[in-house]
């Protein structure tokens, strides 16, 4: 059977289709950076505040950074999770939860998310950040980065 390109379109959302929504690269560098969506005992995610004179500072965002050249993104939140808290996480208790894939306007931002509930350490806010740790349900109510939004709903689902 041929499927014709004149079909309706069916599912729950053909709003996905507007238009606007930048689908190629434009040749934007690709950035990538990793975030741990760290969870406690009462099922609280920490969330730290981008400092004063980085970019998008003031808002918050799930803890991680940059991926370093030659550097797979296990060792990299693993080495961020370290340098901003503090704290010492095992390869064997990342699980991969989504990414974020976004165009912000000088790059491309792909960020896988790892949740993590295993951790070693006292946690401490170790390059000056504000912490906070939140109910999965009200982290809606904190500003965010435009990638962090759409992880914002996964990380309460699963939760």
Not at 17 to 42: F, N, S, T, Y
Not at 103 to 114: E, K, N, T, V, W
Request: hydrophobic share 50%.
């Amino acid at each position: 059977m041929a499927i014709s390109l004149s079909m309706p379109i069916t599912g729950p959302d053909p709003g996905c289709l507007q238009a606007g929504v930048r689908l190629a690269v434009d040749e934007l560098p690709l950035k990538l950076v990793v975030a741990a969506a760290l969870v406690d005992i009462d099922n609280r995610v920490l969330i730290s505040k981008r400092p004063r004179g980085k970019a998008m500072e003031g808002l918050w965002e799930f803890p991680g950074g940059k991926v370093a050249e030659g550097e797979l993104p296990e060792q990299a939140i693993i080495r961020e999770l370290k340098e901003e808290l503090d704290i010492d996480v095992t390869a064997s208790c990342l699980a991969p939860l989504t990414f974020a894939s976004h165009s912000y306007d000088d790059f491309h931002l792909l960020m896988p998310l790892y949740i993590i509930r295993v951790w070693m350490g006292n946690m401490r806010a170790a390059e000056g950040q504000e912490l906070k740790w939140v109910r999965p349900a009200r982290l809606i109510d904190y500003p965010m980065p435009p990638a962090d939004i759409p992880l914002i709903a996964i990380v309460r689902d699963i939760l």
